[in-house]
């Protein structure tokens, strides 16, 4: 294998270029092919070279793809590429090691012997949380915050008493991929007596122009979706005292 390849797996941030880092910057502007996610804006690509290869590999919701096949489509890239000598950026949404498949794409490059480096990215929930002013830890308030997924498993959320355990404490837990599930999930959280009154933001389109901010309760969670129609992809925050500073 040419070892005068690189395979930078960037984090793209949520969208906005100027949350971009300025290293993952450079990678772009050096790259001789971005692989690239949705979500991303088309000022983002715009830094690259003219000469530049850019090949979508994203997904969006519901849009039929299998996962697996698109996976396997991004490793196959890093190869053929990477036998070609070429600086290769695989440009994902927000950080590559929060709810995505950096990971697997990572293990690849090792079991490969790819040379490839990882470079982090400003992920969703923090983006929003300093866009909308809402804090997710702070002094005698909140001592931690949970990461945590609305994809259900087998039919019911995970970990659900992990979750609740950090709601207790007045900790915030965020929300990604939920939005479709949010009425559900705060039933269930209801059911295990985390209190009614608890704040809910819906932050809808971090970084986008077309950005929304929404704020409920986990008691009115069904009022709320009745009345208003959030876009995803959207980061949900939940916590006793997730409240915007105003």
Same mark, same amino acid.
Request: aromatic residues 6%.
């Given at each position: 294998?040419?070892?005068s390849?690189? $395979?930078? $797996?960037?984090?793209?941030?949520?969208g906005?270029?100027?949350?971009?880092?300025?290293?993952g910057?450079?990678?772009?502007?050096?790259?001789?092919?971005?692989?690239?996610?949705?979500?991303?804006?088309?000022?983002?690509l715009? #830094?690259?070279?003219?000469e530049?290869?850019?090949i979508?590999?994203?997904?969006?919701?519901?849009?039929?793809q299998?996962?697996?096949?698109?996976?396997?489509? $991004?490793?196959?890239?890093?190869?053929?590429?990477?036998e070609?000598?070429?600086?290769?950026?695989? #440009?994902?949404?927000?950080d590559?090691? %929060?709810?995505?498949?950096?990971?697997?794409?990572?293990?690849f490059?090792?079991?490969?012997?790819?040379?490839?480096e990882?470079?982090?990215?400003v &992920?969703?929930a923090?983006?929003?949380?300093?866009?909308?002013?809402?804090?997710l &830890?702070?002094?005698?308030k909140a001592?931690?915050?949970?990461?945590?997924t609305?994809?259900?498993t087998?039919?019911?959320?995970s970990?659900?008493?992990?979750l609740?355990?950090?709601?207790?404490?007045?900790s915030?837990?965020?929300i990604?991929?939920?939005?479709?599930?949010?009425?559900?999930?705060?039933?269930?959280?209801?059911?295990?007596?985390v209190?009614?009154?608890?704040?809910?933001? %819906?932050l809808?389109?971090?970084s986008q122009?077309?950005?929304?901010?929404?704020e409920?309760?986990?008691?009115?969670?069904?009022?709320?979706?009745?009345e208003?129609n959030p876009?995803?992809?959207?980061?949900? $925050? %939940?916590?006793?005292?997730?409240?915007?500073?105003?």
């Amino acid at each position: 294998m040419d070892v005068s390849h690189l $395979i930078s $797996i960037v984090g793209g941030g949520p969208g906005d270029p100027e949350l971009l880092t300025v290293k993952g910057m450079k990678r772009l502007q050096q790259a001789d092919v971005v692989l690239y996610d949705g979500l991303l804006r088309e000022e983002v690509l715009d #830094l690259t070279a003219p000469e530049c290869e850019k090949i979508f590999v994203g997904k969006y919701h519901s849009d039929g793809q299998n996962q697996e096949k698109r996976q396997e489509d $991004i490793h196959r890239w890093f190869k053929f590429y990477a036998e070609q000598g070429k600086k290769v950026v695989r #440009l994902k949404t927000g950080d590559p090691m %929060i709810f995505g498949r950096g990971p697997e794409e990572i293990r690849f490059c090792v079991e490969h012997h790819l040379n490839y480096e990882v470079i982090p990215g400003v &992920t969703a929930a923090l983006a929003g949380s300093a866009q909308f002013n809402v804090p997710l &830890t702070e002094r005698h308030k909140a001592c931690m915050a949970l990461f945590y997924t609305g994809h259900r498993t087998n039919g019911t959320f995970s970990d659900l008493e992990a979750l609740t355990a950090v709601l207790s404490t007045g900790s915030p837990v965020m929300i990604y991929m939920g939005l479709n599930k949010l009425a559900e999930l705060s039933e269930a959280l209801l059911e295990r007596g985390v209190e009614a009154s608890t704040t809910v933001q %819906i932050l809808s389109k971090i970084s986008q122009p077309e950005e929304q901010h929404y704020e409920t309760s986990l008691e009115d969670v069904d009022n709320f979706l009745a009345e208003n129609n959030p876009q995803a992809p959207t980061v949900i $925050i %939940i916590g006793e005292h997730a409240l915007s500073i105003q």
